[in-house]
């Protein structure tokens, strides 16, 4: 139980073009969902939790504009990276914790995003 | 504000060696502990968790960790490693209700 899954697993794109990151938990209502990014060697870092119907929280520094967030239904969060850059190259995690549940995370396979 | 720290980003063992991976976390108040493994490319599996009870917590593939509160501690521990092990491990925290916070990471070598 508890799954998570991320479409696509990866993705390349060109500059300046947007591009959306699914995260869906596939066998659970998730209320809140977290997305994540990390960098080649590098930990995880919170970009943003996002809670069915309403507006996500952006950690300080992450660019709401950009990095849009949207948590349709209990089983979907959607990530899009608008106009994006090569800098914007990362692999993306999400994770969602199941409702009543506030301190386990249940994490995606990541996405790997390449700007060109 | 809670944090984590990993003292090793690398630690390399031979196959079928002991290993331990450190974690030590800051927190005034109670908190929950979890060891997660990482793949290459691939999300993160979690390992085992501390939310209370006995302070020695048994994950799956062997490993085991141990809460210690007064060293504010949670070292992960294999008694004999395999290659399929080679992987990032990450130590994280949370307090019922917030965010996890993950430590650096440290990267787990298995050498034959």
């Known amino acids: 139980g508890a799954v998570v899954s991320q479409h696509p697993s990866w993705v390349i794109c060109k500059s300046g073009t947007s591009v959306k990151i699914e995260c869906r938990s596939l066998?659970?209502?998730?209320?809140?969902m977290f997305w994540y990014r990390q960098f080649p060697k590098q930990s995880l870092m919170l970009m943003a939790t996002s809670n069915e119907g309403s507006k996500a929280t952006y950690e300080q520094g992450v660019e709401k504009d950009k990095f849009l967030i949207n948590h349709a239904s209990l089983t979907l969060s959607t990530l899009t990276v608008t106009s994006a850059h090569p800098e914007d190259s990362s692999f993306y995690i999400c994770?969602?914790?199941?409702?009543?549940?506030?301190?386990?995370?249940?994490f995606g396979p990541g996405t790997r995003l390449t700007v060109t | 504000a809670q944090s984590v720290t990993q003292l090793d980003s690398q630690v390399p063992v031979f196959e079928e060696a002991p290993v331990e991976l450190r974690c030590n976390y800051s927190s005034s108040v109670s908190v929950y502990l979890f060891w997660y493994v990482q793949y290459p490319n691939q999300g993160l599996q979690l390992l085992l968790k501390y939310l209370s009870g006995s302070t020695l917590v048994k994950g799956i593939n062997g490993f085991e960790a141990e809460f210690n509160k007064s060293q504010t501690s949670f070292h992960l521990r294999k008694p004999s490693v395999h290659i399929s092990d080679t992987a990032e491990y990450f130590c994280a925290v949370t307090q019922k209700g917030n965010m996890l916070t993950f430590g650096g990471g440290t990267r787990l070598m298995v050498k034959p």
């Open positions: 066998d659970f209502q998730a209320t809140t």
């Open positions: 994770s969602a914790t199941l409702a009543g549940d506030l301190y386990e995370q249940y």
